[in-house]
């Protein structure tokens, strides 16, 4: 009784070391592979192999270590074996361009170029910047009918209680970026809103198009403080809307 007593208290002291080894491995697993990750998150640098321009942006081949990674920043210029550093940024796959006539398997869309070059990088690009009307030039539109209207104004008053909801608004297109990560960016105006507050201009995506000018009635998906990442951040967007012109 006595031996079997001892042997089991032995089996027991081993089957606990191996499942705290286990744990242990698992642990130091876990933390490196955080690491790499956090690692391959805070630097994205290397050479320049190729570049294009296309719809605002600077498509760039970059190479770092035999690893080829494509970076697309608001347009700026690079030249072929240059050492380029950029912002962390969002990965796509699967990205296709329009406007190139090609599909990334992977690509980032990071906020801009950090370094000595970041000066040059355009951060405050088309697609997110509000953009400024001149005051001689007064925007004037009436309010969509239906009772999921709203004008601009409205939109941001009541942005909590509309949050992921599907509104209306009529206005006139005074910025127009397209194929921008997929999408059109459009900036409407109805004269509603506090212009020093922003409040005046709604952001809307869509896959349609529409020129800067015109008037129509989008109706899409209103999302508060919507946060892309890399410096794109909205306290209301409407998302993939439809237009009637």
Request: aromatic residues 8%; contains cysteine; glycine residues 8%.
């Amino acid at each position: 009784m006595k031996r079997f007593c001892v042997l089991f208290i032995l089996m027991s002291v081993l089957a606990l070391t191996v499942s705290l080894n286990g744990t242990y491995a698992g642990s130091q697993k876990s933390s490196t592979e955080s690491t790499q990750a956090n690692q391959d998150m805070s630097s994205l640098s290397g050479k320049v192999l190729e570049s294009m321009d296309s719809g605002g942006y600077t498509y760039i081949n970059i190479e770092n270590s035999g690893k080829k990674t494509w970076v697309a920043v608001p347009k700026i210029k690079v030249t072929v074996g240059q050492d380029i550093s950029f912002q962390p940024g969002m990965v796509m796959t699967n990205f296709q361009s329009k406007t190139l006539n090609r599909t990334f398997e992977s690509i980032v869309f990071s906020g801009g170029v950090t370094g000595p070059q970041g000066k040059e990088s355009v951060s405050n690009s088309a697609d997110h910047t509000p953009p400024k009307v001149s005051t001689d030039k007064a925007i004037k539109v009436e309010k969509a009918s239906g009772s999921d209207a709203y004008i601009v104004a409205e939109l941001y008053e009541k942005s909590a209680a509309l949050d992921k909801k599907n509104v209306v608004v009529r206005g006139q297109v005074v910025k127009f970026s397209p194929n921008i990560m997929g999408k059109n960016w459009i900036h409407i105006q109805d004269g509603s809103g506090d212009p020093s507050r922003g409040t005046n201009d709604i952001l809307v995506t869509s896959q349609e198009t529409a020129n800067a000018g015109d008037i129509i009635t989008v109706k899409g998906t209103l999302y508060k403080d919507k946060d892309f990442g890399s410096g794109y951040k909205y306290a209301v967007i409407l998302e993939d809307a439809r237009i009637k012109k």
